[in-house]
């Protein structure tokens, strides 16, 4: 079955650094693009970065850009965020998500990860 894990959060002071891992399994990773999330608390789920099953193209949040990069190594099925110059209002459970094609239908279902915390305080 798909599963996802989530690794490398933890606390930092603002302008700090994390490196996020999410290691993927039970899917074929190299065909299907990834996406990380966040949620704070008290708010929505709300998408960080994309990336294309190729890594060729990405995307980002607005409130990100420029700080964080997403990347993956199909070779290894992994997908990682790199975050720098956190800032508080980075605080939140950062997920793992893959969108797959139900084997022999055209139905996708969402999977996620069990989320990883990541706190940016001083």
């Known amino acids: 079955q798909v599963q996802l894990v989530e690794s490398g959060g933890g606390s930092v002071q603002p302008g700090g650094s994390l490196r996020l891992s999410c290691a993927a399994s039970?899917?074929?990773?190299?065909?299907?693009?990834m996406t990380w999330y966040r949620q704070a608390p008290g708010k929505e789920r709300e998408l960080v970065a994309s990336?294309?099953?190729?890594?060729?193209?990405?995307n980002y949040a607005d409130s990100v850009k420029g700080r964080f990069t997403i990347s993956r190594d199909n070779a290894k099925n992994t997908v990682s965020l790199q975050m720098n110059s956190l800032r508080p209002d980075d605080t939140a459970v950062y997920y793992c998500?893959?969108?797959?094609?139900?084997?022999?239908?055209?139905?996708?279902?969402?999977?996620w990860g069990q989320g990883t915390q990541v706190t940016v305080s001083s």
């Open positions: 998500n893959a969108r797959v094609r139900r084997i022999f239908t055209n139905i996708y279902n969402d999977f």
């Open positions: 039970g899917f074929i990773f190299s065909i299907y693009p």
């Open positions: 990336i294309t099953s190729t890594g060729d193209t990405t």
